[in-house]
């Protein structure tokens, strides 16, 4: 095999040098990492002896690198096939849990499989399943209405030709089953131009695979049951890939470390206690040397806070973002 290939077969865990600096101080501990993907970050946090990993991923098919690394560590390591909205269902056997990691979207494995439907470039059936979905791409856009197509486009990818696409989908569904081909033929139809920085289609896909694998609800509760799951003490790292996962995180961060003024004439905002210390205001992105290497780092932003005290109550955060979750919530008939 020659360099170049050996080369474009590698997985580039993004931000790895900047993570591992950020929680090695809390070493010695247990790590759960939400998206286990290829094993990236898991694998090099278990380089040191002391350390443990709770690994999980909603995708079946990462089971094959767990089941290698379970190998090497065996009872340093455990995976669950799970939603990280579910991470309140693991029993932790003991209570050294020092952080929490989410490394956002899909992974290389998943965007290079032609078969599951993520990247534009993939051919037949449109699926775009994560792993653990009640439906796929195709049923949304053989069945969802148009003015729900609208929305899906409009908010989850902040696609200027929402409408005339959705219009586009519709006319052609009557007549012909829509695959991956056909949506990215449509889409350029629509747009007829080319935007060299980004693909046409690039928007509507995103959109489609957020509102296929509820990516909103799921960061939401993903993250305020991390905090739940974690003791006083404890990281919380999250690496986004798009402008809605990154105001979501930014917000959570923001809005609970800091002490909002409580006034006797609001008493609901007594609620508003700081839970979580931020040290970077600011996001930490890929270095130089990271982006000529891994050009499709280029979007990721890692965000991190301490765990300063419990809370119970994250209404504000919940209602601030209704508005996503309830295009995710959105239904189609069969
Ligand atoms: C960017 S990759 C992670 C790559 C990983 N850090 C590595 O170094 O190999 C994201 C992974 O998270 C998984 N994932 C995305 N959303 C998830 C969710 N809600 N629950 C569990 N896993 C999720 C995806 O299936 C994918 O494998």
Do not use: W
């Not at 990247?119 to 069945?143: P, Q, T």
């Not at 899906?152 to 902040?158: D, M, V």
């Not at 509760?221 to 809605?244: D, E, M, Q, R, W």
């Not at 130089?288 to 050009?295: C, G, R, V, Y």
């Amino acid at each position: 095999m020659s360099a170049t290939i050996k080369l474009e077969n590698k997985h580039f865990p993004v931000l790895l040098k900047e993570l591992i600096s950020i929680i090695s101080p809390l070493y010695g501990g247990t790590f759960l990492d939400c998206t286990f993907g290829q094993g990236g970050y898991s694998k090099k946090i278990l380089e040191k002896k002391n350390n443990k990993v709770i690994a999980i991923d909603r995708d079946k098919s990462v089971v094959l690198y767990a089941k290698e690394i379970q190998q090497k560590y065996n009872n340093r390591f455990n995976f669950y096939n799970i939603k990280f909205s579910e991470i309140s269902s693991i029993k932790l056997e003991s209570k050294d849990l020092k952080g929490i990691i989410f490394d956002l979207g899909y992974s290389n494995n998943q965007i290079k499989d032609l078969n599951r439907g993520f990247s534009f470039k993939s051919r037949g059936k449109l699926n775009m399943m994560m792993g653990i979905n009640n439906f796929s791409c195709h049923e949304v856009i053989s069945n969802m209405s148009e003015e729900n197509l609208i929305k899906i486009f409009k908010y989850f990818g902040e696609e200027k030709f929402s409408k005339r696409i959705a219009r586009k989908i519709v006319e052609i569904r009557e007549t012909k089953k829509i695959n991956t081909e056909d949506l990215a033929k449509i889409v350029d139809g629509v747009k007829k131009f080319k935007n060299y920085k980004l693909n046409n289609s690039t928007k509507v896909f995103q959109a489609l695979r957020i509102y296929v694998n509820k990516e909103i609800s799921e960061l939401i509760y993903g993250l305020i049951n991390a905090f739940n799951l974690l003791p006083v003490g404890g990281i919380i790292v999250v690496v986004t890939f798009h402008s809605i996962e990154d105001k979501i995180v930014k917000f959570f961060f923001k809005n609970y470390s800091e002490i909002k003024n409580s006034s006797r004439y609001l008493p609901n905002k007594i609620n508003n206690i700081k839970c979580l210390s931020l040290k970077n205001k600011k996001p930490i992105t890929p270095s130089n040397a990271e982006l000529k290497l891994n050009p499709p780092s280029r979007s990721a932003k890692l965000r991190f806070a301490i765990k300063t005290s419990h809370k119970s109550n994250f209404e504000e955060f919940i209602g601030k973002f209704k508005k996503f979750t309830d295009i995710e919530k959105l239904k189609f008939d069969k």
